[in-house]
């Protein structure tokens, strides 16, 4: 296992990425390293976690020895876990960028209805920023373009109608730019 | 397609009700492929096991099977979604194999946005195989994400990544930060074991101006700690150079790193803080956070980790330091003052920090420790921020106290310059600095619990520092006499007016603001948020838990020093106990508050004996043994705790604990509320003769003195209990003295013991001593022994007995003597006869109050129902006297009796009072005098105001009542 020294240089940053509701209830957890064996461990942390966090806007804690900083919008609450001797603006850039993007890809609409419809593009954000605990990358607009596919990628048979119509619209607009 | 496993009770049917009403298998087989629904189903999947629920292994295999079918679909989403689930089923499933064939596919293919992902989760199914697609895909157009993957595989295989080497090394030429970020710190695993190539890339890179130093940092602080190297490598000088970054990422990272390097001197030390202090002072709440983090980490070793700091950041923080307040060294700053107080609510955010204060308890203090103390002050003032200009720290050993302050200024070369001080402090910082450690370092009497003189007295700072301000500090305190009870006070070294007046506009609705103080004022609680007992009590445990600690301290030392602190800690336990007294919801039956008291029982118990007053601790464990809800308990406790004292008071606590147990009303009255008020040396006295003369008669304690009742003294004021009232034991009692003298006198010898003796009447001019030998009317002289003797200048001694009449008038006496002249060299007589002469004395009135001793009844009204109205006389008299302090004053003269239950002081504005008199009778019998009177009484002297009187007295003897009416009315 990778040494918990914090002059080792290493690339394993974060124990975890959390996404829990305003009941503490979560949406999306994902805990790298093995920093809980147990899913029942898990959810207990994720209950001490919540039960400290929900009331402040956003900041930084220590908990069960790990560095978390975190961020409260509306009815949701994103975690970024690190070990103590973590970098803490790493972690924070890390949640920063988290929330940056899906607030784009959700068009700023950053709130657990909007949150759990598009869950498919959340699980792919989370996966791009982080793969088993090495952040791959911190910028927001690299993951969105990422995760995002442009429209006209979509074959024409499987999109909607409105789909259809916008992206008319949108042609007839450029040609007439043009 | 559709089967369920039957071993595998679990299906996704049962997770989720959107699996009954369609199949997945059917969805997953259509043609064309339904790219959004399969992706809907994928992502439920997915969603269910980051739930937590386990999906059956055949289940899993099954989707697995079916997912392969969905590569024929162009759909990018639904291509990477099935990546997704691939990752996260490939623990669960079996036969991998299949989709990492297709996998291998998507790498080789030519589309970039899938062989990123596909190679991304190809390492967590099988690797050894496609060792060949990464290396070509890591000097490709996506080195990221080969390069963790690699990273990954260095787990498992590290020599298989070794080959890579070059491939890597390419890398760095990349654009992306993230790639030179992924791509150094691979190669640093690989080459880690070769510390002179990662010296020559870390150079190599250091001249490069890098655009993601960050994992080299680590790697050439790594390197310095390893190799012992100083800060004039060139790694350090890497290191240092990345505090010029302007990510603030590196600064912090570099900062940070330096500051925990092991060869860092101060002076280099300067630049890193000067980055911390910058970030302190940062609106972003996580930089702040992680500069003070850093900052501990440095003040931990740089004082051999005697300073502690908690982990719990928020508020918290000085709680847990106050716990350990006692026996150690102890910090105290703000770190956390932008956030707000857990335990108040109140916003400390207006509160930039400025002052630390330390302490240290020391066993003995020398000059040594507060050098040592200027040295911490010193250093904590380093990594203060600049705009802090002064720190205050105290030391004590709880005899003396020593404060020390560091100033620090900038001089003309803007050099910091520092100034220690011991003595400045009083009168610079006058007001804060001085009660500020008066509270980190009160005084023995008022350890523990103290008061700020100057606030107002109903005020009680509880030990609990809610913060500290800019030149201020919050505590947590409690009114005295108000109806809610916890409150936040703040204590600053300037006016604070214009904040108490922004305050009351902030916090109209939450608190009132009150100024106390022209340097303080007090946030109260809106009624109904009352926290008082829970938190006196816990404050209490708090500082029992530090007792205890100091205790465990003490006990190791056995010394001088030991003996303070025992009186301290005694001290504070009674001030807590009778602070818990005082409040009267915490006298609720309430068990946290009875094994507190047991527990410090016992500790009296212990310390007792070694302090210097125990009497005091007697007595206090003995009103618990009475005042105890619990009664059983305690007085177990309480007799356990006394029967660690001498003797003396073990057969008291035996006596006591029986009664007890008898749990009789008139017993607990008769010997425990009215304790046996014979004078205790009196008592041994008799007691001894009485063993040495062979009777078989049974030893009247009626024969031994009263205890001579002890002057009131001012009631001294300090909470603190430690002073012994000057007392009773100390004085020697006349009758002791008088005894001792005259039981030489072989005449007297048959008299017994003297029952009371009266206060010395000048027969004469003083310094003249007569004997009595003549006869008056009504007096018989039994005996009387003359004196032989007396020389110029010197005293003689005469005694005369006389028998008691029946009636009182004055004796009078005359001094027949000799007188002889004296060769005043030898002092022998120079003529054989001198000539007689004689001298009238005066005379000497045997009143009522002769026959009477004081006693202080506690209960009076009690004593007056025991003896009921049996003997009881009553008389009415009209005095002429013009006030009722006046008579009172006369009254208890004449009879010489104990004024009870505070009846001797009149209520100001009064028209009538009762006076209750106590006393014992010649003989042993109890006297009680209830004396009512009011004003306006008619005289024969019409114009005279008087009084008119109703005495009532009740004894246990007949006789005693009867002179005491006779006598009255004589003298009306």
Known sequence: ?178 | MNTTDKNNARTLADYHPAFKNFSWARTFNETPINARKCIQILTKIIYMINQGEQLGQTEATEIFFAMTKLFQSKDMMLRRMIYLSIKEMSTVANDVIIVTSSLTRDMTGKEDSHRGPAMQKLYASMMQSVERYMKQTIVDKLPSVALTSSVHLMRQSPEVVKRWVNEVQEAVNNDNIMVQYHELALLYQIRRTDKHTIRKLIVKFSKTALRSPYTFIRIAANLINEEGEGTDSPMYDFIDSCLRHKNEMIIYEAASTIVSLKCVTPKELSSALNVLQLFISSPKPVLRYAAVRTLNKRYDQHIDNRLKYTDGFKGIIFKALFDRLMPDFCLVDNYNSHVKSLSSGLDLEFLPLHIVSVLELKTKLKDSDVGQLLHYLRIILDYSPSSRSFILGAITDFRDIRFAMVRRSTDDDDQFKYEASLKDLQNRNGYLSHHLTMFFTADRSKFGFCRLEPLPDNIRIDNRLLGIGANAMVFSCSLINGQSNEYALKISNDSVQKEVSIYQQLYADKYRIVQVHSNAFLFLHPPGRVVSKENILNNAHLIWNQIKKAHNLSNTLREEGGYGYKTAIVNTIISIISIVEENPEAKEADCEHTSLATSILYLLGREGPRATTPAKYIRYSYNRVILENAPVRAVVAAVSALAKFDDEVRDRATLYYQLLKHNDKALNSAYILNSMNVSLSSLERLLHRYTIEPTTKPFDVRSVPVEAVPVELPKDISIGVGLPRPGIESKTNREDIYDEQLSAIPEFAHLGPIYKSSLPVDLTEKRVTVQMDGLAEGFEVVHYTPCQVIKCNDTGTTYTLVKLPDDSSPVTGTMKYTVKNCDSTTDVPDDKEGYADEFVLEDIEITVSDHVQKVLKPNWSASWEEIEAENELKDTYTLSIRTLEECVKKIINYMGMQACERSDKIPEGKASHALYLAGVYRGGHDVLVRAKMALGGTTVDPGAQAITMQLTIRSTDESAVEVYCFSSRINK
């Open chain 1, 1 to 178: 296992m990778v040494l918990e020294n914090s002059f080792v240089p290493s690339l394993y940053v974060i124990k975890g990425i959390v996404i829990l509701d305003n009941d503490g209830n979560r949406i999306l957890a994902k805990y790298y390293n093995q920093s809980f064996s147990t899913v029942k461990e898990q959810k207990d942390f994720e209950k001490s976690l919540f039960n400290k966090t929900h009331k402040g806007a956003g900041d930084v804690i220590l908990l069960d020895n790990l560095t978390i900083v975190y961020r409260n919008n509306v009815d949701l609450l994103f975690y970024v876990l690190g070990s103590t001797n973590e970098n803490e603006l790493m972690l924070n850039s890390v949640l920063t960028c988290l929330f940056e993007s899906l607030s784009t890809m959700l068009r700023k609409n950053v709130e657990k209805k909007v949150l759990c419809e598009n869950l498919d593009l959340i699980m792919l954000a989370v996966d791009e920023i982080c793969d088993e605990g090495i952040i791959l990358e911190s910028d927001p607009m690299l993951i969105t373009q990422r995760v995002q596919l442009r429209l006209d990628d979509i074959p024409l048979g499987e999109q909607t109608v409105s789909q259809v119509i916008h992206q008319a619209k949108e042609q007839i607009k450029w040609s007439l730019l043009k």
